[in-house]
């Protein structure tokens, strides 16, 4: 028995009630639980060719979960050079910007401002296992993100 455990620590969890909890499942304090979300729009850093664009298809890697996914739409991409957004329908290699996802098992997710570890993710092409992008959820805050 323990009160607590550090992140690195393995420990089995007893619970009061009989539920189907699995690897990939997060506990979280009352009132301060992450949302549960099956879609989300997120700041990605996108590495590989071809461009992401809206319909492909990934694995998505948050926290312990891995779980399909796919481009549900690409917002905008960031001008470095003015750090302003612009509209776009796809994101090339190297390139940063916003894009909405959508999960096919349930994620708890936080902003990644408020959370490093609930708030980021990586995704992962299904035919290559290579990683092709990092994320953030959510949109940052200094810059308008053009919507579609």
């Avoid at 455990?5 to 690897?23: F, I, M």
């Avoid at 035919?127 to 959510?138: L, P, R």
Wanted: hydrophobic residues 40%; negative net charge; aromatic residues 6%.
């Amino acid at each position: 028995p323990l009160d607590e455990a550090p992140a690195s620590l393995s420990v089995t969890v007893r619970l009061d009630d009989e539920l189907d909890v699995s690897r990939g499942d997060l506990i979280a304090p009352a009132g301060s639980s992450p949302e549960v979300v099956r879609e989300f729009d997120a700041t990605l850093c996108w590495f590989a060719d071809p461009p992401v664009e809206a319909g492909r298809r990934f694995r998505i890697k948050h926290t312990t979960r891995l779980t399909p996914a796919q481009t549900v739409s690409v917002l905008s991409r960031l001008d470095v050079g003015s750090l302003e957004f612009e509209s776009t329908s796809a994101l090339g290699p190297h390139e940063i910007g916003v894009v909405r996802l959508a999960v096919g098992t349930p994620l708890a997710v936080d902003p990644y401002r408020a959370n490093r570890v609930t708030g980021s993710f990586v995704m992962i092409d299904e035919q290559t296992h290579a990683t092709v992008a990092a994320g953030m959820v959510g949109v940052p805050e200094f810059a308008a993100v053009p919507q579609r």
